[in-house]
């Protein structure tokens, strides 16, 4: 349903899909994320018979806040709720039964939208899958959707996007019995690299959502700082002045992360 639409914004352009050739379920895939359109475009550029076979996993206190909106999307994209904020044993359970009974997934490992076009880091979860369900994953690389509709904006503006499917990366070696947290770690962070490989993003070695946090903090410090300023003015009540005829800004370092 949503071809129309894909092709009228995105004039979509699939490149890698002798990657998927002889490809069967389960598989996951894993793809950078900077808009809405992620989801249908990389459904829409999948092969028919892998297309009819792939769920996505979407995030539960978003998409399914709403009974409606969560309706929609289960129906348009075959989406199931994810939780996150944290890796739920339930959610774990859900995506690795649809896995186990022979379902491509569609993953974002950053678990949230850029905030700038850059690839942030990948969270584990999608390692501890790969190796419980035995998946190979198929890193995935998308561009122009940012452009297109980040983040905030409610409909896509024309432009030029492209899916790159990479090969895909099998981690047979690994047991989950000796799957610790480095482990894991090292896995994610390889699938990372060839989402970057392939979407040609700078990679920050961060989670997006902690600098989601960091950047409100950040505004939250300038709207202080304006309302200080503003009460210095004639009529107002001065802060301190230091050498030079300055005003230090209040909690200017609070925005700061250190952990």
């Not at 939250?220 to 030079?244: I, N, Q, R, V």
Request: aromatic share 8%; glycine share 10%.
């Amino acid at each position: 349903m949503f071809r129309p639409l894909i092709r009228h914004y995105a004039h979509p352009e699939v490149i890698g899909l002798e990657n998927l050739a002889g490809q069967r379920p389960p598989l996951i895939l894993a793809a950078n994320h900077s808009s809405h359109m992620d989801t249908p475009l990389i459904l829409n550029s999948l092969p028919k018979e892998l297309r009819r076979k792939t769920v996505v996993a979407a995030a539960s206190d978003y998409f399914f806040s709403s009974r409606w909106r969560g309706f929609f999307v289960s129906v348009a994209l075959g989406a199931v709720p994810m939780d996150r904020q944290a890796t739920s044993k339930q959610t774990m359970d859900v995506v690795g039964q649809l896995l186990a009974d022979e379902w491509c997934l569609i993953l974002y490992p950053e678990g949230s939208r850029t905030l700038d076009g850059r690839l942030y880091r990948g969270k584990t979860g999608i390692a501890r899958l790969a190796l419980s369900a035995g998946a190979p994953i198929v890193p995935v690389g998308v561009t122009g959707t940012y452009q297109s509709m980040p983040a905030g904006r409610a409909w896509p503006v024309p432009g030029h996007a492209q899916v790159r499917f990479g090969k895909p990366l099998r981690f047979d070696r690994y047991r989950l019995g000796v799957a610790d947290q480095l482990v894991l770690r090292a896995i994610t962070d390889q699938v990372m690299y060839e989402i970057m490989m392939l979407s040609g993003q700078v990679y920050i070695d961060e989670y997006v959502t902690r600098a989601k946090v960091r950047q409100s903090r950040a505004e939250a410090d300038s709207e202080a700082d304006a309302d200080t300023e503003a009460d210095a003015e004639p009529g107002g009540e001065a802060g301190p002045a230091l050498p030079g005829g300055t005003d230090e800004a209040p909690g200017a370092m609070s925005g700061q992360d250190t952990s």
